[in-house]
């Protein structure tokens, strides 16, 4: 069963346009969250992940995301892209606890355009 | 240093072959993983090692059989593989299993004829 979804697949926007990826898990119990970061020819990084606390969690490169509970989601935004932020963008989901279940979302693929 | 390396880059394979991957880091983290990733896929979770012990195998063919030598060092096993296991193989790692930040490396290439 899917437990993580991302519902964009394929997003392209201009430079210094503002950036909102979806990610909705199911699960109501403890979840872990991420955001990953695959640019062309690179290795996946974390871009920033939430595990308690301040739902509004920042990351590297100007990104955020919100965990909002009661919509189960955790979606990134970014207020102003650059040529740069062209990427696959993995949202990612620990559910439970410990030995959870840990599973990446399909992932978005961002093109930025100059 | 928050790199983990792979080699080979790029591995080339018969079905009848016997071969290896290895990954290490040095970061001094106790959980150690294998991904698989086909094109435009996003990874697949494999095997899980912490404290050098399997901890999550998420139902991988028998011909693939990790191993974990010490806490630095993982390694994958392919023996009788099919085409379709051609993909990118990902390695990762981190501090405390799955509930934490997963450093990856940058993959094996594997091409299976």
């Known amino acids: 069963a899917q437990s993580v979804s991302q519902h964009n697949h394929h997003v392209i926007l201009s430079e210094a346009a503002s950036l909102e990826l979806g990610c909705n898990y199911s699960y109501g119990g403890t979840v872990n969250l991420f955001w990953y970061v695959q640019y062309p020819g690179q290795h996946l990084q974390l871009l920033l992940k939430y595990f308690s606390g301040d739902p509004l969690v920042k990351g590297i490169k100007g990104f955020e995301a919100e965990f909002i509970k009661s919509k189960f989601s955790f979606n990134l935004r970014k207020p102003s892209v650059q040529w740069s932020d062209t990427a696959e963008y993995f949202c990612?989901?620990?559910?439970?606890?410990?030995?959870?279940?840990?599973?990446f979302g399909a992932g978005t693929q961002v093109v930025v355009t100059p | 240093d928050t790199e983990v390396t792979q080699t080979p880059k790029h591995l080339v394979m018969g079905m009848t072959n016997k071969k290896s991957l290895k990954c290490e880091q040095h970061m001094g983290h106790r959980a150690m993983y294998w991904y698989k990733q086909k094109a435009k896929k996003p990874p697949e979770l494999m095997f899980v090692y912490s404290y050098e012990k399997l901890s999550i195998n998420e139902s991988v063919p028998s011909r693939f059989s990790p191993e974990c030598p010490n806490s630095s060092l993982l390694n994958l096993h392919l023996h009788a593989l099919q085409p379709e296991d051609s993909a990118l193989y990902l390695c990762?790692?981190?501090?405390?299993?799955?509930?934490?930040?997963?450093?990856f490396g940058p993959g094996t290439r594997l091409t299976v004829l």
């Open positions: 990612a989901v620990t559910i439970g606890d410990s030995w959870g279940k840990f599973q």
């Open positions: 990762a790692s981190s501090q405390v299993a799955l509930t934490d930040t997963q450093y």
